[in-house]
């Protein structure tokens, strides 16, 4: 009866677990996670399309957010399946172990019964199974104490445990087909989910690159305004930093979470390798045991100024010019100023571009580490005055702090006060050392 209720009980999870699959199937088309992927995926498509060039920062903000969204979802989507597969590996792997281990075991029952049978006829009642024990083939200490079990049971209990082990075997081996053929639909699950990532992101990839060129559009307004309406150049740089820092920030998290889904896909498959060094060993030890500058106006004897080559970061196309990293759009009219002040005996020397996260850090440490120091402030109530993220001209290359401007009676502040502004360069009256394009 016992042994009827196990079989039992095993045939019900077997059953189970080879229905496990289609239940799955039939639940994921009722699920409200996979609707709610599917709503957010046709939200990314149309995001997709948006027109960066005429729609408004809140548009482009909105479509940015809904295009992380969906990158996000697609990837912890990808993340489950991955997981799936690695719980399904181990499922076989502990199944395929069980039935070696069980295989060993029904091996040395079949001996037992096949010397007993052999001894009822030829050899004396005592030299039954204690022959085995002193036999050659038997000196392992796991091998000793199984078949010293297997002599204190009669010939009905031997028989039973044999019909028992053989249920057993055929159990886990039904178990691991249908972790073998579980593991096989995760595994095309997971190759889907793959093409959805790459598809997530690309769709991301096209705005950014739609959004990136408006950026740069706008910069360039920005420079030319400068020279006519400092108060609306401003405006427009604030504008583009803003959406410069959101641009960052979304691919800084894109970033992220890829790197963090790799990490977790390499600690499934991490642990599936685990898993299956266990299950070896296992099975071992059931053997032995069971762009162009604006103006330059430099002197061509003034000592040259190098330049890096232009590259980009948080959507700013940016050039080093001197030490001093700006938008490339203005580094001709940097390289000209800083040979102009050099022939001149003045060496300027300072930073320029400053990601959004370099200005969150100067914001803790000028304005205070609070939520409201950092991002809603008044840049006079900071000590010295730092504009919040997203509105620094620092954070589209467009100013530069010099080193050694520290007060207006610097040899450095002297130089730029008289000929900065025929670069294109103006002071921020409250601080010495900041130098811009519109003065702010």
Known sequence: MRRATVVTAGATMVVASLLGPHIAGAASRQDPRAEREQVRARQAQVASNLNADKASMSEIRDALNTL??????????????????AAAEQREQRANAAVKKLTKKRKALSKVMARRAVSAYVAPPTDDVLSLLESSNMSEASSRHLYIELRAMSDSDLEDSLKG?????????RRAIA???????????????TEQV????????QL????????????????RLAKTDRDLSAKIARQQALLAARLAEQREAARKAQAAAAARAQAAQAAASQASQASSTTSSSSTSTTGAPLRSNG??????????????????????VGGITVNSQIAGQLRSM???AAASGVRLSGGGYRDPSAQIALRKSHCGTSEYAIYSMPSSQCSPPTAPPGQSQHEVGLAIDFDN???RSTACYQWLAGHASSYGFYNLPSEPWHWSVNGH
Not at 68 to 85: I, S
Not at 198 to 205: E, G, T, V, Y
């Open 165 to 173: 082990v053989d249920d057993d075997v055929r159990y886990q081996r």
């Open 338 to 340: 800083l040979s102009a």
């Open 405 to 407: 401007c520290s007060s």
């Open 179 to 193: 972790a073998r053929e579980l593991a096989e639909d995760k595994r095309a699950e997971q190759t889907s989910r």
């Open 208 to 223: 950014a690159g739609s959004v990136q060129q408006r950026i740069d559009d706008s910069v360039s307004e920005s420079i």
């Open 68 to 85: 992380q969204a969906n990158v996000e979802a697609q990837e912890r989507g990808l993340q489950r399946a991955q997981d799936a597969v």
């Open 299 to 320: 002197s061509e004897s003034a000592p040259a100024v190098s330049a890096g080559p232009s590259y980009s970061s948080g959507g700013i196309s940016l050039s080093t």
């Open 198 to 205: 790459k598809a997530a992101r690309a769709q991301q990839q």
